[in-house]
């Protein structure tokens, strides 16, 4: 009778085994009975790096039996710390007249005959985690994830494992996506010195932080300073039915000091727009918005946290999650190729049975904005720099570009109902130089509209085109450069070094200089005939 349930034990087992989550399974190792058995479960999901995973021995299995010939339910015993699990659940587990003395084998009997992996061999892992962490008295081993991927993996790694059937449990806060499972836990037999290994499923709460650019979101831009920035977070609403006490599901968002959050009220809020899927949230009823600036460094903490999200939004699992904002770049922001990070991150629920929360990885957009040197020098001598020369900025098309003076000899544009300073004042200074800062990418132009005292006004504006390469993925500049200017030595600023010559300007045709001369030349012919008619006039007097 034995060697019948054996054999139909091992049919049972070795079917649930090609399962995705593994139930009891048959031993076909023919080696002496050591500790050596080993687990590795991984995941592709950054948010799995560094997780805590733990792995509870439920039942051992005793291979040197199985190898003997005398093994008993497959080699398998039930743990006695699992007994009072299978007491409790007696009822739901259809478990008759169980006792300490016959739990064992009543959990056995169950185990082995769970076949279906989703209406019966989940719903039994999801049940013995919940279980399992409520219990203080538990053998477990606990490990976590490398923190850095290896061929595109995050593993978590058990080794000197004894032998038998374990439940792993990650550190819950699965949005659970792709498959539905409802849980993070599985079931994995060691049967023998071979790594058991196992790719999760299961997804955790990711953030994407995105960042205007032109028309497309993206982890980087170019903008002038008082310009709007406008920001987006993404997510996917978690799947929240084993959470028992409510679900923390909070955004938080930091700004650069370079960044003035817009929308601010006096209490400390503002107002973003949130939706899941299309359907635009209320807030104050579905979240609240508060913000929170640091006096010492001048960085914007935002914080949207949803309210009642379980209760509110279970039914929602899988969905887009986006939070919408805008904030304007300041005068602070820095300006070059180090550029404005702004950080973003979602904490979480991760324990169905408690209060623990975690967070998920930071994501981060980079916000650009630039600056040239024009230098103004004598042609025959370089090492001459000349003060005074008077420029305009212009866009592509030839438009003046109002300017706002920042500091000596530091201007950018104008922007709402600030004041532009004058034209005398946009000069070269002492150094020849003259510094236009807070541009974006693109072409403009810079007309030198007053040349310095002895010198000759430039004939044709300049062009100068600002371009930047990017990383796509990060959003971190790789390259910048200014056409006509080359870089200083602290790799910041471009230089473009103008030469003027001296000398008068030749007057050209239609100019006032031809006007000037043509008038004296016809006043001139005018006397000399008017002094010709009086000299004949006289002469023939004279006769």
């Known amino acids: 009778m034995n060697s019948l ?203 994407q932080k995105t960042v205007k650019n032109g028309t497309d979101d993206k982890k980087h831009n170019s903008v002038e300073i008082g310009d709007t920035v406008d920001f987006k977070l993404s997510s996917t609403v978690p799947d929240m039915t084993e959470y028992t006490n409510g679900y923390t599901f909070k955004f938080t968002d930091t700004l650069s000091k370079g960044l003035d959050l817009n929308g601010t009220l006096e209490d400390g809020t503002f107002t973003p727009t949130v939706k899941i899927g299309t359907t635009e949230l209320i807030k104050g009823t579905d979240y609240t918005a508060t913000y929170t600036t640091n006096s010492d460094t001048g960085k914007t903490a935002l914080e949207v946290n949803m309210l009642n999200f379980k209760d509110l939004h279970k039914d929602d699992a899988g969905k887009a999650i986006t939070v919408e904002y805008s904030a304007t770049l300041n005068k602070d922001a820095i300006v070059g190729s180090t550029g404005n990070q702004n950080d973003a991150k979602i904490t979480y629920s991760n324990n169905p049975n408690g209060t623990g929360t975690g967070d998920t990885n930071e994501d981060h957009t980079y916000t650009y904005t630039f600056n040239f040197d024009i230098e103004k020098v004598n042609a025959a001598d370089p090492t001459e720099k000349l003060k005074n020369a008077q420029f305009e900025l212009q866009n592509d098309k030839g438009d003046k570009i109002s300017l706002v003076k920042v500091s000596e000899g530091v201007f950018r544009p104008v922007k709402g109902t600030e004041t532009a300073a004058e034209d005398k004042d946009v000069v070269t200074g002492t150094d020849g130089k003259l510094q236009f800062t807070g541009l974006k990418e693109g072409t403009y132009k ?57 000398g008068v300007t030749l007057p050209e045709t239609g100019g006032m200089g031809t006007v000037l001369f043509t008038v004296f030349g016809v006043a001139i012919v005018a006397l000399g005939a008017a002094w010709y008619v009086k000299s004949n006039r006289k002469s023939r007097h004279t006769a």
């Open 446 to 502: 810079v007309k030198e509209t007053k040349a310095p005292e002895g010198f000759n006004l430039l004939k044709d504006p300049i062009t100068v085109t600002i371009s930047a390469q990017y990383d796509e993925n990060t959003g971190k500049l790789t390259s910048w450069s200014v056409t006509n200017g080359s870089t200083t030595a602290d790799g910041k600023t471009p230089v473009i070094t103008v030469q003027n010559n001296k």
């Open 5 to 207: 349930i054996r054999k139909v034990a091992a049919g049972v087992l070795a079917a649930v085994t090609m399962l995705g989550i593994a139930g009891l399974g048959a031993s076909t190792a023919n080696a002496a009975q050591t500790d050596n058995g080993s687990i590795k479960v991984s995941s592709t999901n950054a948010e799995f790096a560094g997780k805590e995973v733990k792995a509870y021995q439920m039942f051992s299995y005793d291979l040197d039996a199985v190898n003997a010939g005398t093994a008993d339910n497959g080699g398998f015993t039930l743990n006695s710390e699992w007994n009072q699990f299978f007491i409790d659940n007696a009822t739901e587990f259809n478990l008759s007249d169980v006792t300490t003395a016959n739990v064992a084998q009543k959990a056995y009997d169950y185990v082995s005959g769970l076949k279906d992996e989703k209406t019966q061999v989940v719903p039994f892992a999801k049940k013995a985690s919940d279980w399992a962490k409520t219990q203080t008295g538990l053998t477990v081993k606990t490990e976590n994830a490398a923190t850095t991927a290896a061929d595109g993996k995050y593993t978590a790694t058990f080794t000197g494992l004894a032998y038998g059937s374990y439940l792993v449990s990650p550190k819950a806060g699965s949005t659970d996506t792709k498959d539905k499972r409802g849980t993070d836990a599985i079931l994995l037999n060691v049967l023998n010195g071979t790594a058991v290994e196992r790719d999760l499923k299961s997804t955790y709460p990711t953030i």
